[in-house]
């Protein structure tokens, strides 16, 4: 028979080297990668020292471990949820801001290539 502990410290040591393999290909960097770093040492380290969980929930005043890990699961998304929107709204302010870059430089393009027109028809009407 398996023990939990074990099972929950091989699914904590796994999300880990998930998370450092995906860093090294470079589809996730290490700013959004700490959070489950932390994660999976939280977990490994309360699923071998779980008195120390027992201990904590007991003192925060929760009757069972488990509703003290699904508060905190609860707590931590919705957390994460606040900074993946504030990074999302970060990053449409950068998209609109680029997108008027591009909308400036073609502007001048545009101009420079009318100018350029005009200039070679006013060169052929000289001659």
Same mark, same amino acid.
């Given at each position: 028979?398996?023990?939990?502990?074990?099972?929950?410290?091989?699914?904590?040591?796994? +999300?880990?080297?998930?998370?450092?393999?995906?860093?090294?290909?470079?589809?996730?960097?290490?700013?959004?990668?700490?959070?489950?770093?932390?994660?999976?040492?939280?977990?490994?380290?309360?699923?071998?020292?779980?008195?120390?969980?027992?201990?904590?929930?007991?003192?925060?005043?929760?009757?069972?471990?488990?509703?003290?890990?699904?508060?905190?699961?609860?707590?931590?998304?919705?957390?994460?949820?606040?900074?993946?929107?504030?990074?999302?709204?970060?990053?449409?302010?950068?998209?609109?801001?680029?997108?008027?870059?591009?909308?400036?430089?073609?502007?001048?393009?545009?101009?420079?290539?009318?100018?350029? +027109?005009?200039?070679?028809?006013?060169?052929?009407?000289?001659?």
């Amino acid at each position: 028979m398996i023990n939990t502990k074990i099972v929950t410290v091989m699914l904590a040591c796994a +999300v880990f080297f998930l998370v450092l393999d995906l860093i090294r290909r470079e589809k996730l960097t290490f700013k959004y990668a700490a959070f489950w770093i932390f994660v999976s040492g939280g977990a490994a380290f309360f699923a071998i020292f779980d008195r120390v969980l027992f201990r904590m929930a007991s003192f925060l005043g929760f009757q069972l471990p488990s509703n003290f890990i699904f508060f905190t699961l609860l707590s931590v998304f919705v957390f994460l949820g606040l900074l993946m929107t504030i990074f999302l709204c970060q990053q449409n302010s950068r998209n609109e801001m680029t997108a008027q870059k591009i909308g400036l430089l073609e502007l001048e393009i545009e101009q420079m290539k009318s100018r350029k +027109v005009l200039d070679n028809e006013a060169g052929k009407d000289d001659s």
